[in-house]
C-alpha cells in the first residue's frame, strides 16, 4: 500500500517541479495547459456526435484516478476516484442547476475534464496509475458480479409492464423517480428551481428532500441516453431501476473493499479471503437486498458512499491534498445524498484530524480551511430545506415500512470491532484509534437517537432503523482491523509455483468456510431435513426468483399499453377493488405522464377501494366515492379518472356527473 514519506527539507531557491522528479522542460507549460483544455472538449465534442457520452463515466474516473494518489492497487485508486469524481458532481450541480445548459452532457462533461486538467497542470502531475492487481480483488468484483445477476435476473428480457411490477414494488421508489424525472426536466437540484419542479415531485419534496442521488443519476442519464432531455418516462423507469439494482451491487461490493482497506497490507493470502469472503456473505445473505424491494433507494446510495467515505478516513494513506480531497468528497456525497448519515462521516473526519494531527501540524491551517470549506457546501442543501419547509422533529419520528439490520450480526461485529481496537498492538496505530473512534461515536449517535424517539413517541421507528443500517455498514467494514490483529502473511516468491498454489487452495478454502459459516451456503450438501439451506430463503435469492412481483402488473399492462399522451394529466387509475393497489396504480400513471405533483390528493386514492371486477359493497362504494371526490377536488386540472371495470365506470360517469372536473373514461385490464 501506499507509504507516507517526510519530504526532504527543500534549498532556498529550489525548483519543486524538479525535486518532484519531474523534468524541468515537463513544468507548468502553457502548450500543455492549452492541449489538455482543447482535449477536455473535444472529447465531449467527438462522443456526443457518436451517441457515446456514456464513455465519458469511465475517461472521468480513469482521469481522476491518474491524478489522485491514493493506495497502491489499480482498485484501491478507482474506488477513491470514483468517490472523489461522484462528490465534485454532486457538489458541481449546484453551478450545473444555473447555467443554461443544465445536464446537457457536452457542457458538463468538458467543465469536469477542465478542471482536471487545470489541476493536474497547477499541481505538476502527470497521469499515473498503479497496474498492481491482488488477489481479493477478485472477491469485491466476484461480490458486484454475484449480486448484480441475482437482482437484474427477474428483469432481464422481460417486457415492459412485467419491469414496472418490480419497479413498482413501492410508492417510495415511485417518489424516488419522480425526484430523478423532475431533476432531468427542469435541469437541476429541484431545491434550486422549486416552481417548475412541483409540476414532477409532490411538495414539499421538492424543497425538503436529499436529492444527490437523484441528481447523480439525472446527470448519468443524461450521458446514457446522449441528451439533457427526460426522453419517455416509460423507458426512464427501465433504467432508473438498473441504476438502482447496480448500486445495490456496488454497495454490497464496497463494504467488502472497505474492510479490506482498513485491514491495510497486513491483510494478505487466505487471511484476507476469509475477512473479505466473511464481510462479502453478510452482505448478499443479510437484508440488504430488502432495501430494492420496499424502494429505499436514496439509502442505498447513502450507504453506499457513507462505506466507502469512512473507510478512506479510517485509513487515510494518502497525502495531506488527498486527505482533504477524499474528506471533502465523502462529506458533499453523503451529505447530499442521505443528510442523516452526515454526522457519522463528520465523527471520522474529526477523529481523523485528532489522530494525525501530528502529520497535518505543517499545513493545519489550509487544510482545516478546505475541510471547512467542504462542510460549508455539504450542508447547503439541508441548511436550505431546513430554512424553507422542513419540520426536522416531526420528520425524524415518522413511521413507515422498515429494513431492519440483523441485530445479532452487526452488535457482534461491532463488539468485535472494540475488542480488535482495544488490544495494546492497535492502541498504537491510527488505524485502532480511528475505528474505536467511530465505533463508539456510532454507537452514541444511534444511541441518542433511540433515547430521543423513546422519550418522545415511546417506540422506534422509521429513521432509526435506518440509523442502524449505517451502524450495521460501520460494524461490517470495522471486521477488516482483524487484519492487524494477525502476523503478516509471508511474500510469495513468483519463482515458487507450489506455494503459490498452495496460497490459492488455503485462500479458497478460508473463502468457502466464511460463506458456508455467515451466508449459510451449504455447497450442494443436503440439509439433515430434507429442506433448502437458510441461502435459497435470503432476500436476495427471493428476488432472484421473482418473489419481489407485485400485483400491480395488470394495471402496469393496461397503462403501457394505453396511449397516456393523449390523456389529459392528473389521471386516477381505478383497477381494483384493493386501495393499495390503486394508490400505486395512479402513482404509476403520474410517473409516465411527467405529471406527479399535478395529483394533489394521491393519498386519498388509498381510501378508494372500487374499479375491480365483481360486486361491491354499497356502504364501500359511497365510501370510496367521497374520498375520490375529495381527491378529484384537489386536483389543480380537471382530472382523467380511468377505471378496469365497466360497471364501476359506468356508475362513477353518473355520480360524478355534477363534478366537472373530473372525465371518467373505460379502461380495461388487457
Known amino acids: 500500500m501506499a507509504t507516507t514519506t517526510v519530504p526532504r527539507p527543500r534549498a532556498a531557491g529550489a525548483d519543486p517541479a524538479h525535486e518532484a522528479g519531474i523534468p524541468p522542460a515537463a513544468g507548468r507549460r502553457w502548450t500543455v495547459l492549452a492541449a489538455a483544455v482543447a482535449a477536455s472538449w473535444a472529447l465531449p465534442l467527438l462522443l456526443h456526435a457518436l451517441g457515446l457520452d456514456v464513455v465519458l463515466v469511465p475517461v472521468l474516473v480513469l482521469a481522476t484516478a491518474g491524478l489522485i494518489r491514493v493506495g497502491g492497487g489499480l482498485l484501491d485508486r478507482l474506488v477513491a476516484a470514483a468517490l472523489v469524481l461522484c462528490g465534485a458532481v454532486m457538489a458541481l450541480g449546484l453551478v450545473f442547476s444555473l447555467w443554461p445548459w443544465g445536464l446537457a452532457p457536452v457542457p458538463g462533461g468538458g467543465a469536469l475534464l477542465t478542471l482536471l486538467s487545470v489541476t493536474g497542470w497547477l499541481a505538476r502531475r502527470r497521469p499515473r496509475l498503479p497496474l498492481r492487481l491482488r488477489g481479493s480483488d477478485a472477491l469485491v468484483a466476484g461480490t458486484v458480479a454475484l449480486v448484480w445477476h441475482h437482482m437484474h435476473h427477474p428483469v432481464a428480457g422481460k417486457s415492459s409492464a412485467e419491469r414496472l411490477a418490480y419497479f413498482a414494488t413501492a410508492e417510495d421508489r415511485l417518489g424516488h423517480f419522480s425526484y430523478f424525472d423532475g431533476i432531468r426536466h427542469v435541469g437541476g437540484y429541484a431545491f434550486l428551481h422549486q416552481e417548475a419542479a412541483r409540476t414532477y415531485m409532490m411538495t414539499p419534496a421538492e424543497a425538503v428532500y436529499p436529492q444527490g442521488s437523484h441528481f447523480l443519476l439525472a446527470w448519468l442519464d443524461a450521458l446514457v441516453t446522449s441528451s439533457a432531455g427526460g426522453g419517455s418516462a416509460l423507458d426512464a423507469t427501465h433504467r432508473y431501476l438498473l441504476y438502482v439494482i447496480g448500486a445495490h451491487a456496488l454497495l454490497c461490493g464496497a463494504l467488502v473493499w472497505a474492510a479490506r482497506w482498513i485491514g491495510g497490507p497486513r491483510l494478505r493470502g487466505w487471511r484476507s479471503a476469509a475477512v473479505c469472503a466473511t464481510v462479502a456473505a453478510v452482505a448478499v445473505s443479510g437484508p440488504l437486498a430488502q432495501l430494492v424491494e420496499w424502494g429505499f433507494d436514496s439509502e442505498i446510495f447513502g450507504l453506499l458512499f457513507l462505506a466507502l467515505a469512512l473507510a478512506l478516513l479510517v485509513r487515510p494513506a494518502m497525502g495531506r491534498a488527498e486527505f482533504a480531497l477524499t474528506a471533502v468528497a465523502g462529506l458533499v456525497a453523503v451529505a447530499f445524498v442521505y443528510n442523516l448519515y452526515g454526522a457519522l462521516v463528520g465523527i471520522a473526519v474529526l477523529a481523523a484530524l485528532i489522530v494525525h494531527r501530528r502529520r497535518f501540524a505543517p499545513h493545519r491551517r489550509p487544510l482545516l480551511g478546505v475541510l471547512a470549506a467542504g462542510t460549508l457546501v455539504a450542508g447547503l442543501p439541508s441548511a436550505a430545506s431546513v430554512l424553507t419547509k422542513l419540520d426536522v422533529a416531526k420528520t425524524s419520528n415518522l413511521v413507515g415500512p422498515m429494513v431492519i439490520p440483523d441485530r445479532p450480526v452487526f452488535i457482534g461485529c461491532g463488539l468485535l470491532a472494540?475488542?480488535?481496537?482495544?488490544?495494546?498492538?492497535?492502541?498504537?496505530?491510527?488505524?485502532?484509534?480511528?475505528?474505536?473512534?467511530?465505533?463508539?461515536?456510532?454507537?452514541?449517535?444511534?444511541?441518542?437517537?433511540?433515547?430521543?424517539?423513546?422519550?418522545?413517541?415511546?417506540?422506534?421507528?422509521?429513521?432509526?432503523?435506518?440509523?442502524?443500517?449505517?451502524?450495521?455498514?460501520?460494524?461490517?467494514?470495522?471486521?477488516?482491523?482483524?487484519?492487524?490483529?494477525?502476523?503478516?502473511?509471508?511474500?510469495?516468491?513468483?519463482?515458487?509455483?507450489?506455494?503459490?498454489?498452495?496460497?490459492?487452495?488455503?485462500?479458497?478454502?478460508?473463502?468457502?468456510?466464511?460463506?458456508?459459516?455467515?451466508?449459510?451456503?451449504?455447497w450442494g450438501v443436503p440439509s439433515g431435513w430434507g429442506h433448502p439451506s437458510a441461502w435459497y430463503d435470503t432476500p436476495m435469492l427471493k428476488w432472484a426468483r421473482g418473489e419481489g412481483k407485485n400485483d400491480i402488473a395488470p394495471a402496469a399492462d393496461a397503462l403501457t399499453g394505453r396511449d397516456l399522451a393523449g390523456v389529459d394529466p392528473p389521471v386516477i387509475a381505478l383497477y381494483g377493488d384493493d386501495s393499495y393497489l390503486n394508490l400505486r396504480a395512479t402513482f404509476l400513471a403520474q410517473a409516465l405522464t411527467h405529471r406527479v405533483g399535478t395529483m394533489v390528493g394521491l393519498y386519498e386514492v388509498f381510501h378508494v377501494k372500487i374499479g375491480g371486477p365483481g360486486p361491491v359493497d354499497e356502504k364501500e362504494y359511497q365510501t370510496s366515492l367521497a374520498r375520490l371526490k375529495t381527491a378529484v377536488a384537489s386536483c389543480p386540472a380537471p382530472p382523467t379518472v380511468l377505471v378496469g371495470d365497466r360497471g364501476t365506470a359506468d356508475r362513477l360517469k353518473q355520480d360524478l356527473s355534477g363534478t366537472p372536473t373530473a372525465a371518467v373514461v373505460y379502461a380495461p385490464l388487457r
Open 418 to 522: 472494540l475488542v480488535a481496537a482495544s488490544l495494546p498492538v492497535n492502541r498504537r496505530t491510527g488505524t485502532g484509534r480511528l475505528v474505536l473512534s467511530l465505533v463508539l461515536g456510532t454507537t452514541a449517535v444511534v444511541g441518542g437517537f433511540g433515547v430521543w424517539q423513546k422519550l418522545t413517541v415511546g417506540q422506534y421507528s422509521y429513521y432509526f432503523e435506518k440509523l442502524t443500517a449505517a451502524a450495521f455498514v460501520v460494524a461490517l467494514i470495522s471486521v477488516g482491523l482483524i487484519g492487524t490483529m494477525l502476523p503478516p502473511a509471508p511474500e510469495t516468491s513468483p519463482s515458487k509455483p507450489r506455494r503459490q498454489v498452495g496460497l490459492l487452495l488455503r485462500s479458497s478454502l478460508a473463502a468457502a468456510a466464511a460463506l458456508a459459516l455467515f451466508g449459510s451456503v451449504q
